[in-house]
C-alpha cells in the first residue's frame, strides 16, 4: 500500500471540524488571562511591588506549555475528523456470473447424486472459497435464461438460491450468456480504449452444462456479444457419454455434448472443461481466479493524529509538574 503526501488530507467526518472552537477558545482565554493577571495586579499593589508580583515577562517555558498543549487539542480534534489520505493498493476483485444448466437433461445420474446436484454442490463450495470481496451472480440456464440472484459480496444469498434450482425444459446457452452479461455491474467491462490492465473490477462468466443450445438465439451472437466486453466464457461440460432421463414417460439418452461448449469458451477467450466427477469439478472451480487489480483508496490515518496529540498533551502536562507541582500551567 502506497500512502500519498499528508498536502492529500481528506476526512472521513469533516463535520466534527467545528470542534476547533474549542481550540481558538483556549488561545482566546490564555491571551485574557495573561492581560487580566497584570491588570489585576496593578489595581492592589503598589507600583513599586509590581514588578515582583507580575514579571514583565513571563517565563518562556510557560508559553511553550500553552502552545504544545493547544498544538495536542487541534491535533485530537483532526483526529476525531476521521482523517485520510489517497492511496493505492492491490486488492483481487472480480464479478463472477455462475450460469448452470437447470434442462431436463441434468436430471441424469451419471455423475452422483445428479448432474445438477453435483453442479450445486460444486458452485456453493467454489462460492464459499471466495474472498469477500468478489461479486458473485447466478444464472439459470433453460429455455428461458433467467438471472436469479444478480451480483452481490453477499455470498450466503448466493448459495440459498443454489438450493432452489429445478430441471425445465430446453436449453437455451446463448440467451443465458446475454443475460448474465446485462447483469454485470457498471465497470465491470472496460470502456473503448481502455486496457485489460487498466479494467477494474475482472469480469468472467462460468456456464456449466451437459449439452448444446435447443432454443433462444445463436451461440454466436452470445459469443460476439461477451468477446466485445472482453468478458470470457469459461465452460463446463458435466456428465459422460452414457445417461438417460425419463421425459413424457420414455427413456432418452441424454450423453453429453461438449462441442458447444467448447466453442464458447474458445470464442471468447475462457477455458473449456470437461467434467464427469465432483473432484473434476472441483479443480476446474480452483482454476478460475479473478484478477489483481490496484486500486485507488482512502487510508486512514487518524491513528497517526491521535498518537501525537497523546504524545503533546503528555508533554505539556509532565512539563507543567515538574515545573510547578500542577498539571496546569498558569
Partial sequence: MTPAPLLALDFSAPDRLWLLVAAVGLVVAYVVMQVRRRRDAAKFAAPALLPLLVPGKAPWWRHAVALVFIAGLVLATLAAA????????????????????????????????????????????????????????????????????????????????LDRLATRPGTALGDAIFAALAALPTGSTPAAGQTDSARAPAARIVL??????????????????????????????????????QSAGQTVDVPVDPSAL???????????????????????????????????????VAVWFAGAALVLLLGASLTSMLRTGRVVWT
Fill in 262 to 300: 467448447k466453442a464458447i469458451a474458445d470464442g471468447t477467450g475462457g477455458k473449456f472443461f470437461q467434467a464427469a466427477s465432483e473432484s473434476q469439478l472441483r479443480q476446474i472451480y480452483a482454476d478460475i481466479n479473478a484478477d489483481v487489480q490496484v486500486v485507488p483508496i482512502d487510508r486512514g
Fill in 82 to 161: 476521521q482523517p485520510t489520505v489517497p492511496a493505492t493498493a492491490e486488492r483481487q476483485q472480480a464479478t463472477i456470473m455462475v450460469a448452470i444448466d437447470t434442462s431436463d437433461s441434468m436430471k441424469a445420474t451419471d455423475v452422483s447424486p445428479s448432474r445438477l446436484a453435483a453442479a450445486v454442490t460444486e458452485a456453493k463450495t467454489f462460492i464459499s472459497d471466495l474472498p469477500a470481496a468478489y461479486s458473485v451472480g447466478i444464472v439459470t440456464v433453460d429455455a428461458t435464461p433467467k438471472v436469479l440472484v444478480p451480483p452481490t459480496t453477499d455470498h450466503d444469498a448466493a448459495k440459498v438460491a
Fill in 208 to 245: 456449466l452444462s451437459d449439452g448444446t443450445s435447443t432454443t433462444g438465439r445463436p451461440d454466436a451472437e452470445a459469443v460476439a456479444a461477451a468477446k466485445a466486453a472482453k468478458v470470457p466464457v469459461s465452460t463446463i461440460a458435466i456428465g459422460t457419454g452414457h445417461a438417460q432421463v
